[in-house]
């Protein structure tokens, strides 16, 4: 997360068509089982600050006008294992918060 100048990677010079956010887990687990691997602090999304991870402030800056943000009302949500963890996207435009996303889960029995 952050900014990443094209100095350092050039190929973001023009942009990107897509980004991503969110958490992953590793899974060594055999095929057909999952991971008892939490994600994040191991809170699903719905239980909130201090409980689920979280990122505020998300913002998207189009690289062919830098002064142009680009709304994150528009994301589209994946969620692989809903069983083992979620996500929830909101937004707070009068507080410090701006866009955020909650997310996590405890992993485990998924079915």
Same mark, same amino acid.
């Given at each position: 997360m952050g900014y990443w100048p094209k100095v350092l990677v050039p190929s973001f010079a023009q942009g990107a068509d897509l980004i991503t956010f969110g958490g992953e887990v590793l899974n060594l687990a055999p095929p057909g089982r999952h991971t008892s691997t *939490?994600?994040?602090?191991?809170?699903? %999304?719905?239980?909130?600050?201090? +409980?689920? %991870?979280?990122?505020?402030? &998300? *913002? &998207?800056? +189009?690289? *062919?006008t830098p002064n142009t943000y680009v709304s994150p009302e528009k994301t589209r949500v994946n969620i692989e294992r809903p069983k083992c963890y979620d996500l929830e996207v909101g937004k707070n435009l009068k507080g410090n918060w701006g866009y955020f996303f909650f997310y996590g889960g405890p992993g485990g029995s998924c079915t």
């Amino acid at each position: 997360m952050g900014y990443w100048p094209k100095v350092l990677v050039p190929s973001f010079a023009q942009g990107a068509d897509l980004i991503t956010f969110g958490g992953e887990v590793l899974n060594l687990a055999p095929p057909g089982r999952h991971t008892s691997t *939490q994600m994040g602090t191991g809170h699903f %999304s719905r239980e909130g600050f201090r +409980k689920a %991870s979280f990122f505020k402030k &998300v *913002q &998207v800056i +189009k690289a *062919q006008t830098p002064n142009t943000y680009v709304s994150p009302e528009k994301t589209r949500v994946n969620i692989e294992r809903p069983k083992c963890y979620d996500l929830e996207v909101g937004k707070n435009l009068k507080g410090n918060w701006g866009y955020f996303f909650f997310y996590g889960g405890p992993g485990g029995s998924c079915t």
